[in-house]
């Protein structure tokens, strides 16, 4: 509409030839901005909101339509963060556009600003209409254990998942292991109880902790909270693996 402001949003960096966010060779935006605080976090620099670059979804559909040709029938756009539903309302205009373009769009979140109240609820409604795929993070399926992991709730978080699987979107689930925090037999158990639930779960990734991202936080002050803290073995990667039924996953579709 003429006269109106175009809407921007806050971006913490590009990736062109992401293999890791989704299916196929993905265009990777990552948002700033977000409210969790991960002892794992590799990318603390996103957490400021306002630390970005501002762009239009169409400047940034220009600079991903430059790959495209490299995405063949699966890949597409993945938006990662940070948190991206902290800035819901340019994420929905940049989908949309995505979707108008016949691009594969998909979600990277950890869910922390959802809820079922107003105004976000029905945002997030008309957000899922222009969204392929939701790639969600669960750090924790204990809630205790996940306060002193990220310093939030996992209530809201759980219930998303919930609800996405009551709509039918699809999801890809991601759990981080850190050894000592999330890798206990016990919390993976649990955590595999409440995944079998849902009915919309394509796919179970176990991503193992790493401390690549530890020299962010002490550019930026801050005290690495899992220091001397190291990346788990590969036979509790498996183990994780094997107890989240990640391999199955893969192929089921309900």
């Known amino acids: 509409m003429k006269g109106q402001k175009e809407l921007t949003g ?3 960096s590009l990736e062109s030839f992401g293999s890791v966010d989704g299916p196929g ?9 977000c409210a ?4 794992f976090c590799h990318n603390p620099d996103t957490w400021n909101m ?11 559909l220009a600079k991903a339509r430059k790959y495209r040709s490299y995405w ?3 890949g597409g756009i993945t938006v990662s963060g940070g948190e991206p539903l902290l800035q819901i309302d340019f994420l929905t205009e940049l989908f949309r556009k995505a979707k108008e373009e016949g691009i594969h769009t998909a979600l990277d979140t950890s869910g922390n600003p959802f809820t079922r109240k107003e105004p976000f609820f029905e945002k997030f409604h ?19 254990q996940h306060r002193i992991l990220t310093g939030c709730t996992n209530s809201n978080i759980l219930d998303m998942a919930e609800y996405l699987s009551e709509v039918g979107k699809p999801v890809w ?11 206990k037999d016990e919390y993976l158990k649990k955590l595999d109880i409440f995944l079998q639930k849902l009915h919309n779960v394509e796919k179970v990734e176990v991503l193992p902790y790493h401390t690549l991202g530890t020299y962010k936080w ?23 693996r094997r107890l989240l039924h990640a391999e199955d996953e893969e192929t089921k579709k309900e």
């Not at 969790?36 to 002892?39: T, V």
């Not at 306002?50 to 940034?60: C, F, I, R, V, W």
């Not at 689930?173 to 890798?183: A, K, N, Q, Y």
């Open 10 to 12: 806050y971006i913490h």
């Open 25 to 33: 060779v993905r265009y990777v935006i990552f948002m700033s901005g």
């Open 36 to 39: 969790m605080r991960c002892q």
């Open 50 to 60: 306002h630390s970005g670059t501002q762009y239009t979804a169409d400047e940034l």
């Open 72 to 74: 063949g029938s699966e």
């Open 126 to 144: 008309e957000l899922l209409k222009y969204t392929d795929l939701i790639l969600l993070d669960i750090k924790h399926i204990d809630e205790e």
């Open 173 to 183: 689930i991601r759990h981080v292991l850190v050894p000592g925090r999330s890798d």
């Open 218 to 240: 002490k550019e930026l002050g801050l005290t690495y909270p899992l220091e001397g803290v190291e990346p788990p073995s590969e036979e509790r990667v498996d183990n994780a």
